[in-house]
């Protein structure tokens, strides 16, 4: 059974830095590209990040562009977001999940094992 879990969500006042985990278990984690998402209330779900299965191909939504890091570690079978210089509108879910295989892919329906996700709120 594929499990993604979350963590690393909070509150920070704009300006602020957060770094969002997400731990896979299940699958053979450096086989597949990895995508981080965001839904704020309202609004759709749009991909904010994603790494191809080696971690040597990264794509950034432009809202985070300059902003965001998506990293990931094969060893540990985990992938990060760090996020600095928070705005208010980066206020939403964030969810990460895999890709179907080992290519970056900025596809939503490319992607078929999802986690439950970690809040962000940022503060203005």
């Known amino acids: 059974q594929v499990q993604l879990v979350e963590s690393g969500g909070g509150l920070v006042q704009a300006g602020g830095s957060l770094r969002l985990s997400c731990a896979v278990s299940?699958?053979?984690?450096?086989?597949?590209?990895m995508g981080w998402f965001r839904q704020a209330p309202g609004k759709e779900q749009d991909l904010v990040a994603a790494?191809?299965?080696?971690?040597?191909?990264?794509y950034y939504a432009d809202s985070v562009k300059g902003r965001f890091t998506i990293s990931r570690d094969n060893a540990k079978s985990t992938m990060f977001l760090q996020m600095n210089s928070l705005k208010p509108e980066d206020t939403a879910l964030y969810y990460c999940?895999?890709?179907?295989?080992?290519?970056?892919?900025?596809?939503?329906?490319?992607?078929?094992?999802w986690g439950q996700g970690t809040q962000v709120t940022v503060s203005s």
């Open positions: 790494i191809n299965s080696n971690g040597g191909i990264t």
């Open positions: 999940a895999t890709a179907q295989g080992n290519v970056l892919t900025t596809t939503n329906i490319r992607y078929n094992y």
């Open positions: 299940g699958r053979t984690f450096s086989s597949y590209a």
